[in-house]
């Protein structure tokens, strides 16, 4: 339910009813309906347009939510919050990740980078997730250029894979150090 309807939507819905339930007490002379509920509806239905129109549908979830509960829940605190952050809905920003993505100097004011999907993933490194970006102004090289620094960013021992797709997209990959990458049991 949370990803199918928005609360902007559920707050124009609502306030579109009692307004329009307010209106129709009026026209039949009940007062003590009509007053109440059209007060009250049309702010509520106008706040409810106003989160609409700012409003930012939550990624695409490529896997279905119970496939790695268990993994989820061992996995870094950081990701699972990275991965409940990008699956909700937003308002008042233009893409999701916008504040980190400024951080990383991966932000274009006119035409930022948008995710598009977030997959979570299990591998022999462990939990980790794939997010697909539509890359719109930011160039696949200064991707390249902070892939080290994306993997440290969201958590600590991550590592950063970037994959370049057709029109102008990427996938940046976030799994967990290797044993081999770190040199905890040898030489890299």
Not at 19 to 41: E, Q, R
Not at 43 to 65: D, N, Q, W, Y
Request: glycine share 10%; proline share 6%; hydrophobic share 40%.
């Amino acid at each position: 339910m949370n990803e199918l309807i928005s609360p902007g939507s559920l707050i124009t819905i609502a306030g579109g009813v009692l307004t329009v339930v307010g209106a129709l007490a009026y026209g039949a002379g009940n007062a003590n309906l009509s007053l109440p509920t059209i007060f009250y509806g049309i702010p509520i239905f106008l706040g409810g347009l106003a989160l609409k129109s700012s409003e930012l549908p939550p990624a695409r979830r490529v896997t279905p939510k119970p496939q790695f509960r268990a993994e989820r829940e061992a996995a870094s605190p950081e990701l699972v919050k990275l991965l409940n952050d990008v699956t909700r809905w937003r308002y008042g920003q233009k893409a999701h990740l916008e504040s980190s993505l400024e951080a990383l100097k991966l932000w274009d004011e006119d035409k930022p980078s948008q995710l598009l999907e977030v997959e979570e993933i299990c591998g022999d490194a462990g939990y980790g997730l794939r997010m697909r970006f539509a890359c719109e102004a930011v160039g696949l090289e200064r991707w390249q250029e902070r892939r080290e620094r994306l993997g440290r960013f969201f958590a600590k021992g991550l590592e950063a894979q970037i994959i370049s797709l057709e029109n102008d997209q990427l996938d940046l990959t976030l799994l967990p150090k290797s044993e081999a990458t770190t040199g905890e049991h040898g030489e890299p």
